[in-house]
């Protein structure tokens, strides 16, 4: 038998026991059948999670986790579990490369066991999700290859190929190259697909390097449904494959259709979703926490509960409440007790994630819109600019864009463009869009100056550094050689002391910088040029990279590169405490330092593993918040001058912003208008003082002195920097 090549789908008559969320369907319409597999495929991720230990030890180590998190043993993330060493010696006796006997903290377990749904986070540790307890009562390996299979891609096509005829790892990457157009540059993704099979006894050696399945694999595929490359060919016309809208939504986009008032009133609100490298789908996360809000929750429990689930500290997580409420998923409903609205309820309990963007597109600006926009395939750059006339700038618009990306309604037909699915155009059918705004209104127009000069310093210097890293020869230098001054430029325009490093046997950038308390901290970057655009482990030597962290003692390590292809390298660097930055994340980096004054104290979380990048991209959303309460409490000031010519106390000012998309605290109107007094004492006056801070009354300054006496003092800071990148 040759490659299937038919689609076909494996289907039971009876409904496998052990898992609730096993993909199993009795569909007989073919269109209907397609619109399933197109659905089944969304929901699942590219990605096959990683386990320490080796495949020897995988099905068995899984077995005793969910017996040790049964046992109420998983109640502190950073501990180990207790794993006894005659687990390692029986898997010694199996063929294949001995396992790796070091445990890992229940942590990283966490992560593995959350992604294929045994597990979920609770009261700072681990418990059983129901599929957990399921697979806990019958744990064979047809029941964790089930989880696999209804989270995974391309797992129940490859063994379905096998069982087509023995087949080597090489045939099978072929195969999906070929018909699922991968886009992978090594076998990799295929090896971790074809090691998982083996592992739980679903293929076996057939002689010649080749494999074939077993009865157990036979019987699993009879189970589970198999995506076809036909159900992934998008149509020329739009084919609408959804449900109708259910009625708690239906009425919200019934509404919306009524006025433009609505469409007006629709918030602009920062957007802010954690988004790890183990969980990168931000609308996968976002089910995730509505879930967990179905019944009434104390703000602390949630917030608490996000953090954990994420990997994330408490306090990273405190930006994500307003947005939650301004998006419609959440609302208080008791002084500090939050439960999912009717509509975000209804969207869990239909499973259809294009439920979660009919309700955004009810309460924000810029969501079925910005598919009009895109629908014939524009750049991101021309995106942005309409974006800015709906009150959006890059950074919202940017959220959005990967909402719309994760549902399928919009596509990257090439690096920076945008372009709408034909999902997305079925989809665009329904939805009551906005007028296209007129830039009469001031306050467009000078967001639409702004983002046109972010756009110009974006272009010059993500897109250098993007462009360079594709580019090893470029500028007539050696190898790589000027992606390495890029990244030393972006380092040092960041405030970091930076140099590039002569000559082999070292480094490419070393970087330096201080502390709060004052401590010198080293990092060495080593920077590779790819023009394949994908650095895999093979660019990367352990031993050296090792080498080069004592050399220069080094406290931390990073690799910058174009992208980073396959699970290998990332699980080197995870195990190593290496960070992996793309060259577009280092532009965006670089370029919010710059925009928002951002200390290298702060920016260096970038080196931090696991999880800086995440809470950089907090702090990043944090003071852009911040910076935000400033200007909100500036602008009550020039309000109150001009209407009434009287002072005003921080909490009308609170009161007031009640009515705006921001929805500023009290705290954070009160710590804004303490920063400016620190920084900018003749912007504003204090009126008369209250013991009670929230009733002192404050007016307006000389904020125009003010703002231009900190512009003088910039620019003679920067007047004063040493020319010399290396000085």
Avoid at 20 to 33: F, L, N, R, Y
Avoid at 408 to 417: A, F, I, K, T, W
Wanted: hydrophobic letters at 40%.
């Amino acid at each position: 038998m040759g490659p299937n090549t038919s689609g076909k789908v494996w289907i039971s008559n009876q409904k496998a026991p052990y898992t609730p969320d096993m993909a199993s369907t009795t569909v007989t319409d073919p269109s209907q059948e397609m619109a399933e597999q197109r659905a089944l495929w969304r929901r699942q991720t590219n990605s096959l999670p990683s386990l320490r230990g080796g495949k020897r030890v995988w099905f068995a180590l899984v077995v005793e986790l969910v017996e040790q998190i049964a046992a109420g043993k998983a109640q502190v993330l950073d501990s180990r579990p207790d794993v006894p060493a005659e687990f390692f010696d029986v898997a010694t006796r199996k063929v294949g490369a001995a396992p790796s006997a070091v445990t890992s903290t229940w942590r990283e377990y966490g992560s593995f066991l959350k992604s294929i749904g045994f597990a979920q986070a609770a009261r700072g540790g681990l418990d059983l999700t129901p599929s957990g307890h399921n697979f806990r009562t019958s744990p064979v390996p047809e029941a964790l290859g089930a989880a696999l299979a209804s989270r995974f891609r391309l797992f129940v096509e490859s063994l379905a190929f096998v069982s087509n005829a023995p087949s080597t790892v090489e045939d099978l990457d072929s195969h999906l190259r070929g018909l699922y157009e991968t886009g992978w540059t090594s076998l990799s993704g295929t090896r971790d697909r074809i090691d998982w099979l083996d592992a739980l006894g679903l293929v076996e050696g057939a002689g010649g390097r080749r494999w074939k399945t077993t009865e157990v694999g036979e019987a699993l595929l009879s189970r589970c449904v198999s995506v076809s490359p036909e159900a992934l060919v998008t149509s020329p016309t739009a084919v609408r494959d959804f449900s109708e809208a259910p009625p708690e939504i239906g009425v919200l986009l019934s509404q919306l259709s009524t006025t433009n008032d609505l469409h007006e009133a629709r918030s602009t609100y920062n957007i802010w979703v954690p988004s790890p490298a183990a969980s990168p789908n931000k609308v996968e996360n976002l089910r995730t926490i509505v879930n967990a809000a179905l019944d009434p929750t104390d703000r602390e429990e949630l917030l608490g509960f996000i953090a954990d689930t994420f990997s994330l500290q408490r306090s990273s997580v405190d930006s994500m409440m307003p947005f939650l409420r301004a998006s419609g998923l959440l609302h208080e409903i008791g002084l500090g007790v939050y439960q999912a609205t009717t509509p975000a309820r209804s969207w869990i309990e239909s499973e259809e994630d294009i439920n979660f963007i009919r309700i955004l597109h009810c309460n924000m600006r810029f969501v079925g819109e910005m598919i009009r926009t895109v629908k014939p395939g524009v750049t991101r750059a021309d995106m942005y600019l309409e974006s800015a006339k709906y009150g959006l700038n890059v950074d919202k618009s940017r959220w959005i864009a990967s909402f719309l990306e994760d549902v399928g309604l919009v596509e990257q037909p090439r690096y920076g463009s945008l372009r709408a699915t034909p999902l997305g155009l079925a989809f665009l059918e329904e939805l009551p869009l906005a007028s296209a705004p007129t830039t009469d209104d001031p306050e467009q127009v000078l967001l639409v100056e702004q983002t046109q000069r972010d756009l110009a310093d974006l272009n010059s210097r993500t897109d250098q550094l993007v462009t360079l890293s594709k580019a090893p020869h470029a500028q007539s230098l050696g190898s790589g050689k000027a992606f390495e001054i890029a990244v030393r430029d972006a380092f040092l325009t960041m405030g970091f002391h930076a140099r590039t490093i002569s000559g082999s046997g070292d480094t490419d950038v070393v970087v330096s910088w201080r502390n709060q308390a004052g401590d010198e901290l080293v990092a060495i970057v080593e920077v590779k040029s790819r023009s394949n655009g994908q650095v895999t482990h093979t660019d990367i030597s352990d031993v050296a990279l090792e080498t080069h962290l004592s050399q220069n003692r080094a406290n931390y390590a990073a690799v910058v590169g174009p992208s980073f292809a396959g699970e290998t390298i990332k699980n080197m660097a995870a195990k190593r405490s290496w960070a992996l930055v793309d060259a577009q994340r280092l532009g965006e980096i670089t370029e919010a330092a710059v925009e928002l004054g951002l200390s290298p104290q702060t920016t260096g979380l970038l080196f931090k593993v696991p999880g800086g990048l995440d809470e950089l991209a907090h702090a990043i959303e944090q003071r852009q918040r911040e910076l935000s309460v400033v200007s909100f409490a500036v602008s009550q000031l020039v309000n109150e001058q001009r209407e009434t010519g009287d002072s005003i106390t921080a909490r009308d000012m609170s009161r007031d912003g009640r009515k705006s998309d921001l929805h500023p605290t009290l705290e954070e109107v009160l710590n804004a208008l303490s920063h400016v007094a620190r920084t900018a004492p003749e912007a504003i006056r204090e009126m008369h003082k209250h013991d009670d801070v929230k009733f002192s009354t404050y007016a307006l300054g000389d904020v125009s002195a003010a703002a231009s006496r900190l512009r003088a003092l910039a620019n003679a800071m920067e007047t004063s920097l040493p020319q010399d990148p290396n000085s």
